[in-house]
């Protein structure tokens, strides 16, 4: 048990109690809960799966997994016949006590939770204890969160945004997306730090795409959100609570988190410092822009424009753990069902974007639009390799003349011959 020291004056009994208390209330919850394939299980259960005390090692409860987790655990189809998860699979939570310095009432009733209506037992002083002492869910990784999301645990668990004894997490100067990217940059091994104002390479079958993150990360002209300003962001690795109840609003507010976490994660690749344009096609170049932990908006175009005449929003919402897709363009939203069910299988935007490129009837009323849109991207490209050319070409006579050295202006590269 967190926290518990032995020269403690408290009654450890009354502590371990509440602590069977919770996981039996927990357990109850799980066994009653529909029981569907393992992955729906883990994404959709409100408590994920639930794995049981064994051998002094607390409960576990998996409440996220990503279709790429389950495929680098080949174990995890085995599980889902003998109903236990391989190690290391998703991200969990256990359960554990730790010190505060307020005083909350735990439930020591194992019987909390009423089967008949899926609802809560009132706390009485005969099936509570009052104690300096609350109830914590750990995390198997530190999650990188939103200022947003912390504002809604606090204000699920304790009614404020604001009690000092029990901060979730500090929160950072740095913005959401760029803590997201450290994480991803250390699995990755790659020690640059270019931070957001910078553009990321992910290689495809077929396909390269460059990601550009500004710093103006706000959805310009969301339909369902408003501009808002940057979401500075920290890492929770436990969250307080002093309810059973309170594990649903706790694991529905990180699910969330960590869909977004996932889909902009996808995003990030090898940092690149400099694009040469003239050697990139154009419509594998994106602008990324975001509205922490609900929309992230892709734009096709230069990775420099602010805004663009077709975007594809990613969305997440609270109630369903599948982002959707759907696409602006011309004063149009249309959502698309067909990318929501391969972003469903995936949770990555380069590959659903990939197969945007490869079939764009996936774009369903959208399509003729984005054909029209490649096709002008296309002429503005011949246009541009045309002028560059010629640039080129008098670069050549000028160096040839014995005149100083000539610059192509978008262009990574000197003449030197």
């Known amino acids: 048990m967190c926290g518990v020291s032995a020269p403690c004056r408290m009654d450890k009994t009354k502590v371990f109690q509440a602590l069977m208390a919770t996981e039996k209330v927990l357990l109850s919850i799980a066994e009653s809960s529909p029981q569907p394939p393992l992955e729906d299980m883990i994404m959709n259960n409100p408590l994920g799966h639930v794995s049981d005390r064994t051998a002094g090692l607390p409960m576990k409860l998996t409440f996220f997994v990503t279709p790429i987790d389950a495929l680098h655990h080949p174990a ?36 909390l939770f009423n089967r008949s209506n899926a609802n809560f037992f009132p706390l009485t002083n005969q099936s509570s204890v009052r104690l300096p002492m609350t109830l914590m869910f750990q995390l ?53 730090d270019i931070g957001l104002e910078s553009c990321y390479c992910v290689n495809l079958p077929e396909q390269r795409h460059y990601y550009y993150m500004p710093v103006n990360t706000t959805v310009p002209g969301s339909v369902d959100f408003h501009p808002k300003p ?60 975001t509205s922490p932990p609900e929309v992230i908006s892709v734009c096709i175009g230069d990775m420099k424009a602010k805004e663009s005449n077709f975007t594809v929003e990613f969305y997440i919402s ?31 935007i380069p590959i659903t974007l990939r197969a945007a490129f490869k079939k764009p009837s996936l774009l369903c ?41 000539a610059v192509v202006p978008g262009i990574k590269r000197k003449w030197t011959e």
Not at 144 to 171: K, R, W
Not at 382 to 397: P, V
């Open 76 to 111: 995890f189809i085995s599980a889902e016949k003998i109903g236990c998860l391989p190690q290391g699979l998703g991200v969990s939570g256990k359960v554990v006590f730790e010190k505060s310095l307020q005083l909350f009432n735990l439930s020591l009733d194992p019987n």
């Open 140 to 192: 198997s990784e530190s999650i990188p969160v939103c200022g947003s999301v912390v504002d809604q645990l606090h204000q699920y668990l304790f009614g404020s945004t604001t009690i000092a004894e029990q901060n979730i997490c500090q929160m950072t100067t740095a913005h959401i997306n760029e803590l997201i990217a450290r994480k991803k940059k250390q699995t990755m091994q790659e020690q640059k």
């Open 230 to 289: 940057l979401e500075l962001g920290g890492f929770v690795s436990k969250v307080p609570f002093i309810h059973p109840g309170n594990i649903f609003n706790i694991i529905t507010l990180l699910r969330k988190q960590l869909v977004y976490n996932t889909l902009v994660s996808s995003c990030i690749g090898i940092s690149v410092k400099d694009i040469a344009f003239d050697t990139l096609p154009v419509e594998h170049v994106f602008n990324v822009s």
């Open 318 to 348: 609270d109630t369903q753990t599948r982002p959707t897709v759907r696409v602006k363009f011309a004063n149009q939203v249309q959502n698309l069902p067909h990318l929501s069910q391969i972003l469903a299988r995936c949770f990555s």
């Open 365 to 405: 009323g959208a399509a003729g639009a984005f054909q029209l849109y490649r096709q002008e991207v296309f002429q503005f490209m011949e246009r541009f390799k045309m002028g560059t050319s010629e640039k080129i070409e008098q670069d050549k006579s000028l160096l040839l003349n014995g005149s100083q050295k």
